[in-house]
């Protein structure tokens, strides 16, 4: 499995990042939601969790939450450039 984004994603990363003035990267990961029970988060992401894989992609550490890691299913995640930058 690997997880990569697109250059402009990455700049945009790394700019937020800047603006907090703290954290790593973005973590990939999913909460319970709604009737299909299941939704993706992104966010910000200060530290990696024990179990967490790492990716790294254009300088910005991509946190994949260990709940997603190796699931059936969740390996077709592909999010895509944003509609509104």
Known sequence: MAIT?????AEHVTKHLAQRGEGIGVRVGVRTSGC?????????????????QIFE???????????IVGEPGYGQFVPT???HP
Not at 36 to 52: N, Q, R, W
Not at 57 to 67: M, R, S, Y
């Open 81 to 83: 450039e944003p509609a």
């Open 5 to 9: 984004m697109t250059a402009t994603a």
């Open 36 to 52: 299909s029970g299941l939704a993706y988060v992104l966010e910000f992401v200060d530290k990696a969790d024990e179990g967490d």
């Open 57 to 67: 992609d254009h300088g910005v550490k991509i946190v994949v939450d260990e709940k």
